[in-house]
């Protein structure tokens, strides 16, 4: 056992090295939207909400929109199948505002995505040079939309996506998404869509934007239209495919509270944790094998009684709590110490790794906004 453990640790110390080094050479080409110039005046950006059941949302995400500083803008507000009063708040906000069309769709096709389709459908609708692809909960700072443009038009880009500030106000929550944010970065490694030469790339649903040229060229939302993670493999398919992406942070003038308490974060990962993992059942044991080791199991062996392994788990919780700091920082508006608690968190993650793998298969498929999808069309799809 103390061999195992020996082996294991050794290894997960120079893992950290390796991501710690990857972090630091990355977040070096991650540029902040906030020291950007404005875009004064160009062409027609057309910004697309989806929304089902945002009546709470809406009307401030969309008034935040409207007092940007870039003016030539067009929105398409989609309401998709909701069963609360977004459907008449939309038709109200289109009253308040000339460039504000909605778009009401009351059924969805077979082989899509309710989210999905309804982006796909805005889009039909859009007559800008740019798309802006974002969530009905999305609060922008005036300034917003005028130096991302200025970014995307600066760098000749296709794709531009920023980083929001992640919002919230409950302790274990905020903990919960800074060990989400932390896992994410290490494992995803988005700051890697900045590289030209690589094939990775990158997506978040507060903030994809994109021209809708290269959009129609890569084949539009029907060739991701059964991924509950549409707006991560949006901009990953697209810089494989290779167009021209990066990623920014845009802390200061994007926000959204990604979820109002654990237990809706727990519901809200239920959708796409599966999907994450290729909806392969080795990547589930593999992804809670690989989090206990490295973030719960050397915070209990440092009190175990042989010394080579209390140092060794005291080199992994330096060297990953390394990590945590520089992502933190620069990801996020959280407190690094957060990190003390990072072994509880962690159990919280295997359990919503746990729980959403669990329920997918207990139902057959996800359940998302109402609709249940079969987890036999959505691996069809993929």
């Not at 950290?16 to 875009?39: M, Q, S, T």
């Not at 080199?315 to 072994?343: D, E, H, Q, W």
């Amino acid at each position: 056992m103390e061999i195992i453990l020996i082996v294991l640790f050794t290894l997960g110390i120079l893992v950290w090295l390796v991501f710690l080094l990857d972090a630091l050479i990355g977040l070096r080409h991650l540029d902040a939207l906030e020291k950007e110039p404005e875009l004064k005046t160009g062409p027609l950006l057309s910004v697309i909400v989806a929304a089902r059941n945002e009546e709470n949302q809406i009307r401030a995400s969309v008034h935040s929109q409207l007092k940007q500083t870039y003016r030539h803008i067009e929105w398409i507000l989609v309401n998709d199948r909701s069963t609360d009063d977004t459907r008449n708040l939309m038709d109200e906000l289109q009253g308040e505002d000339r460039r504000i069309k909605v778009l009401h769709i009351n059924e969805l096709p077979e082989g899509w995505l309710g989210k999905n389709h309804a982006l796909y459908k805005g889009t039909l609708q859009a007559s800008g040079k740019w798309l802006l692809f974002t969530d009905a909960d999305v609060r922008f700072k005036e300034e917003a939309f005028a130096k991302a443009l200025h970014y995307f038009e600066r760098h000749e880009l296709d794709l531009l996506t920023a980083a929001p500030n992640l919002s919230a106000n409950r302790f274990w929550l905020k903990s919960f998404v800074a060990f989400f944010l932390f896992g994410f970065s290490y494992f995803k490694r988005p700051w890697m869509a900045n590289n030209p030469k690589s094939k990775i790339g990158t997506g978040i649903g507060a903030f994809n934007l994109v021209s809708k040229e290269a959009y129609g060229s890569f084949g539009t939302h029907e060739k991701i239209k059964m991924r509950p993670d549409d707006d991560l493999q949006l901009g990953m398919k697209m810089k494989k495919a290779g167009y021209r992406q990066r990623i920014v942070t845009a802390l200061q003038l994007i926000e959204v509270e990604w979820y109002g308490s654990l237990k809706e974060a727990f519901v809200g990962l239920e959708k796409n944790t599966f999907a994450g993992l290729n909806y392969r059942i080795s990547m589930v044991f593999f992804s809670i094998f690989g989090v206990f080791v490295t973030n719960v199991l050397p915070f209990l062996t440092i009190f175990w009684g042989n010394k080579t392994i209390v140092l060794l788990s005291i080199g992994n919780i330096v060297t990953s709590g390394i990590l945590y700091v520089v992502i933190i920082k620069r990801m996020t508006l959280f407190s690094p110490a957060l990190y003390l608690v990072l072994p509880i968190t962690a159990l919280l993650f295997i359990y919503s790794i746990i729980r959403a793998s669990y329920l997918t298969f207990k139902r057959g498929g996800i359940v998302w906004r109402g609709t249940t999808y079969s987890l036999r069309e959505l691996r069809e799809k993929e």
